[in-house]
């Protein structure tokens, strides 16, 4: 059953169980999403490659529910055609009290899970596209006048641009904005960019960090909070392999020297005080020989990724995903 985006209100639980967003807007989504779900129902997130590394687990967890749990949500998030014959399974048990949420990006017409959806009789298809810029515009120049804060048509354009068609990314910068002039400082072209630029780099900075250390449950948290697009695939592959050269060359000195503080105190450049942990955490969890593979892999994907751009963001998503596991060896 296919509802526009503008029709979700039609969306009636006790007659659909199961709903597959899918798109490149996951500000409407989430907004969406958000606005179905009421405050009875137990909610409870997964993102795909968990659920397929352990299916078992997963299916025994919501077969096995007491007749006296709360009702209970699912949000799959970076759904695929992998997670389509599991939840043609779920589907088929037809469990009391069970809503299953599919959040998935670009889902092309041939899609097994999307044909399945726009087909069904009960269960709901929904695309979500990219805002254009005449709604981004009103959902900016609304937040602005708001709040009162005065910013000039070219500088909103620069937001409108910079969201990509995302009006979640667009409210991120905005709400920069509204921190920023709290205290009175006043916005020009240069802090804008500034501060989207430093925004953008913290989160990417912060997902390789948190991947390189082994957090794997900090690294699904900053990927569930951040709408990364598919342009950002190279930025994050570039970031990536910054980094984890810098780490080869620490724990390259932390192997001769034994000591971890005299590794991070003789550190060219200098560490920042607040990274010192997190780096000793990456450093303790990776042998020179494994980053030497990592770096050596993420230079084949880069190259893969700029001549595959559409895939590229579920292609380093994924190895980041896979990184950020503890095992006993990071390559065989």
Do not use: H
């Not at 953008?200 to 990364?228: G, H, M, Q, R, V």
């Amino acid at each position: 059953m296919i509802y526009k985006n503008f029709e979700t209100n039609k969306i009636d639980f006790n007659l659909n169980k199961s709903i597959l967003f899918y798109g490149k807007n996951d500000g409407l989504k989430n907004e969406t999403i958000k606005n179905l779900i009421k405050s009875e129902y137990v909610k409870n997130y997964y993102d795909e490659k968990d659920i397929l590394e352990n299916t078992n687990i997963f299916l025994d967890k919501i077969l096995n529910r007491s007749l006296f749990e709360s009702s209970e949500i699912i949000i799959i998030k970076r759904a695929t055609d992998k997670i389509f014959n599991l939840i043609k399974e779920i589907i088929s048990k037809n469990i009391d009290d069970l809503i299953i949420i599919i959040n998935a990006d670009n889902l092309e017409k041939k899609s097994k899970l999307r044909s399945f959806f726009e087909k069904s009789k009960k269960e709901v298809c929904v695309a979500f596209y990219p805002d254009n810029d005449q709604t981004l515009m009103k959902i900016a120049s609304s937040f602005l006048k708001q709040r009162n804060i005065s910013v000039s048509q070219s500088n909103i354009n620069l937001l409108v641009s910079k969201s990509r068609g995302d009006r979640e990314s667009l409210l991120n910068e905005l709400d920069k904005i509204e921190s920023y002039t709290k205290n009175g400082n006043k916005l020009s072209l240069e802090k804008i960019t500034k501060l989207s630029n430093l925004f953008e780099d913290y989160d990417i900075s912060d997902l390789i960090d948190n991947c390189l250390a082994k957090n794997k449950n900090k690294t699904i948290k900053i990927l569930n909070e951040n709408n990364f697009g598919v342009e950002d695939s190279v930025t994050i592959i570039k970031i990536f392999l910054f980094k984890s050269k810098k780490i080869l060359n620490l724990i390259n000195n932390y192997e001769n020297n034994n000591n971890i503080d005299l590794t991070i105190s003789s550190a060219k450049p200098p560490i920042f005080w607040k990274d010192k942990e997190i780096v000793k955490q990456q450093i303790y969890k990776w042998k020179s020989n494994d980053i030497k593979q990592l770096i050596y892999k993420l230079s084949e994907i880069e190259l893969f990724v700029k001549k595959n751009n559409q895939s590229g963001l579920n292609i380093i998503t994924d190895f980041i995903l896979d990184q950020s596991t503890e095992k006993i060896s990071n390559f065989v």
